[in-house]
C-alpha cells in the first residue's frame, strides 16, 4: 500500500495518509520506519508527484476520508504550499512553526540534505560505492562546475540530479541510519505515524 498515488488508495482503508513530494522521499520514509519498527499497514505513503498537487489531493482526502490522519513532509522551500494547502483545507496554521502540530514536518533544506548530514560525508560516499554508482559520483567532481566544491556540496547534487538515482539513494542512505541518527523530521513524522 505504501508509494501509492491517492487516487489508487481510493478502494483502501487508512488510518494514516502521508503526503510525500515524490518516490524518493516515499523510499526515505518507509526505510525510516522500517528502521524504527513502525508498521506501515494502515499507513498510506502517497507519492504527489510534485508539491504543487498537495493542495488538490489533500482536499480530496479531507472530502472522501475525513477520519485518516493526514500527515507530511517537505523540503523548507515548499512551505508555502503546504500552508496554502491547509489554509484551503480548513486546517490552516498561522506560521510554519505550527506545522507539526498538524502533522506537517520540514527539512531544513530538503530530504537529501538531512540524510548527508546525519550519515556524513564519508558514510555517503560508502553506499553510493556500494551501489555502484561511484564512477558517477567521479565524473560529476570533474565537472569544471563541480571540480573544488565541498564534498557535502557534490553529494547533495549527484543525489538529487536523476529520478531513479534520488529514489534508490534515498532509501539506501535512509537504510543507512541508526534509530538515533533519524534526522528530526523524518524521526517526529514516522512518531507521529506510529501514534495513529
Known amino acids: 500500500m ?3 498515488t491517492w487516487a489508487e488508495t481510493d478502494e483502501m482503508f487508512c488510518a494514516s495518509t502521508v503526503l510525500l513530494e515524490g518516490v524518493s522521499d516515499v523510499a526515505a520514509v518507509r526505510a525510516v520506519a522500517l ?6 499497514s494502515s499507513v498510506h ?3 504527489l508527484g510534485g508539491v504543487t498537487n498537495v493542495r488538490r489531493v489533500l482536499l480530496e482526502i479531507v ?3 475525513p477520519e485518516s490522519d493526514v500527515l507530511g513532509l517537505c523540503d523548507a522551500g515548499e512551505v508555502r504550499f503546504v500552508l496554502w494547502a491547509l489554509e484551503a483545507a480548513g486546517l490552516g496554521v498561522a506560521h510554519e512553526r505550527e506545522l507539526p ?9 530538503d530530504l537529501e540534505e538531512e540524510l548527508i548530514r546525519a550519515l556524513g560525508t564519508a558514510r555517503t560516499v560508502a553506499v553510493i560505492e ?8 567521479a565524473t560529476l567532481q570533474q565537472q569544471p562546475a ?3 566544491r565541498p564534498l557535502a556540496d557534490q553529494l547533495h547534487r549527484f543525489c538529487g540530479v536523476a529520478s531513479g538515482r534520488k529514489e534508490l539513494l534515498a532509501g539506501a542512505l535512509a ?9 528530526d523530521p523524518l524521526r517526529r513524522l514516522v512518531e507521529r505515524m506510529a501514534r495513529a
Request: hydrophobic share 40%; proline share 7%; with cysteine.
Open 2 to 4: 505504501e508509494g501509492l
Open 35 to 40: 528502521r524504527l519498527g513502525v508498521d506501515l
Open 45 to 47: 505513503l502517497v507519492d
Open 63 to 65: 472530502h472522501t476520508r
Open 101 to 109: 502540530s498538524r502533522g506537517f514536518f520540514v527539512c531544513h533544506a
Open 130 to 137: 556500494r551501489l555502484g554508482l561511484g564512477p558517477k559520483l
Open 146 to 148: 563541480w571540480q573544488g
Open 175 to 183: 537504510a543507512e541510519l541508526e534509530p538515533s541518527e533519524v534526522p
